[in-house]
Every structure is written in structure tokens, then in C-alpha cells.
């Protein structure tokens, strides 16, 4: 879908798109979200800034406000994500297209930065992504990273894998590292079991991916960690995006701040 940004949202918020997200909207920041009750929202504040690689604060809406004016002229957080995740309690009660049902005049919506956003740049700079050539989500492993933790809310990293030929290893570095509000550098490179994953060809969320000779395992920090939080918190209610399900923005990606002017 070669579109900007707001037709990307307007096709979702209308059904007819319900996809991923991964190479929507090219140079527009993608974000992550979690939306939870006022009452619990400075805590996880607090949890994201200490954790910033993992969880990138990019925008934070008013309480019972479903717009997110600093991200898109036209945003309702309701309705312009592709599918979401409502958590009850601590477990997962429904996934859905749309959580107007659910919205109340407690919550409060946060944006988190997406590795979807510096993708873009790798492909531009020729480093193949290879989900993206397959048309796969990206592969998402829980990992052996202590976070460090706030109030309520802590646990371990989650982390995303892009295999990259061994000479273009540091390119990626270099570029990803130019995308801190989308989880800059990668926090680690090679044998999976140094950050506690047994298995590449099996992810927690996501697809996987095959790594070609000559290609070694990269991992950057990944926004599903803040949705593993929140649920292992169980907060009474709290609303994410589905892994790979993001909220395309009208932030351009290399936007020195993620507000829209």
C-alpha cells in the first residue's frame, strides 16, 4: 500500500485494510500502543523512561481523549489500528478491529516508537529486511534482558531478530542508531542463546525468517516488551496493538521530535 499516512489509517478505520502494517506508509513513524487507565499511566511513564530502548515514549494523549493531535491531524485511537488486544485482568479477553466498545473516560493513550520506522532506512541504504522481501511480520522473541522496573510494572526485554549479510553488520548499526525514538542500535549480535533464545525458527509472535549463508542474527529492542508488562501487571483493563499492528503516524520518521508542527 503506497499511501500516506492518513489513507493508511482511513482503510483501516473503515475495515478494508486489517493487514500488518511492516512497509506501510514509507517515511512515516509507526508506533506501538498501549492505552490503560489513568491511575496506572505515571507508573508506566515512569517504566518507559527508564526502559527507553525497549519503550520510546513518541506521543501521550489527554485522559478519555481518543485523539493523538501531536502524532495526526486526524488520529482516533479507537479505530486506526489494525487490530487490537484488550487484556482483563492479566489475560487476554479479545482481539479486535476496533475498541470503540471498550474506550472509557479513564484511559489514556501512550505511543511508542517502532522498528518499522528505521526498516525504511535500511532498505534505502541496500540491507535487505527479510520479512519484508517474504511478506512476513517480523520474527519477536521473548528474551533473558532484565528491565528495570517502576511501580507495578517490569519483567524482561522482547526483542525483534533481522538476519543481515556479516559486511553490512555495522551499516545496520549505524543507520538503526540514527532512530532512537524507534529503538536505535541493535542490543545484540549472533549466537540467540547470549540473550536467552533457544530457537530462531520459532518466535514467540511474528513469522520466521530463514538466514542465508553469509548472514548473521541481529536483535533490536522490541515495543511488544511494554505489551508483555502490561499484561504480566493485569491491570483490571489495558488496550495494545496486536504485535505488528501498528499506528501508522503523520510524523516523518527522521522527524527531530515526534511532534507534528
Known sequence: MGAPASAVRGAIRTG??????????????????????????????????RNPKPCPIVGVGDTGDPSLPTLGRDIDIRTDVSKYRVFRDGALSEEVTDISDVWADDLVPVALGCSFTFENALVRNGIPVRHLETGRNVPMFRSNIDLVPAGRFGGKMVVTMRPIPTEQVESAREISRRYPQAHGAPIAVGDPSQIGIADLSAPDWGDAVDIKDGEIPVYWACGVTPQNVLLAAGLPICITHSPGHMLVADVAEDAETTILP
Open 16 to 49: 478494508s485494510y486489517t493487514g500488518h502494517t511492516a512497509g506501510l506508509a514509507a517515511g512515516k513513524l509507526q508506533c506501538n500502543l498501549a492505552i490503560l487507565p489513568e491511575r496506572y499511566a505515571l507508573d508506566f511513564l515512569r517504566f518507559c523512561q
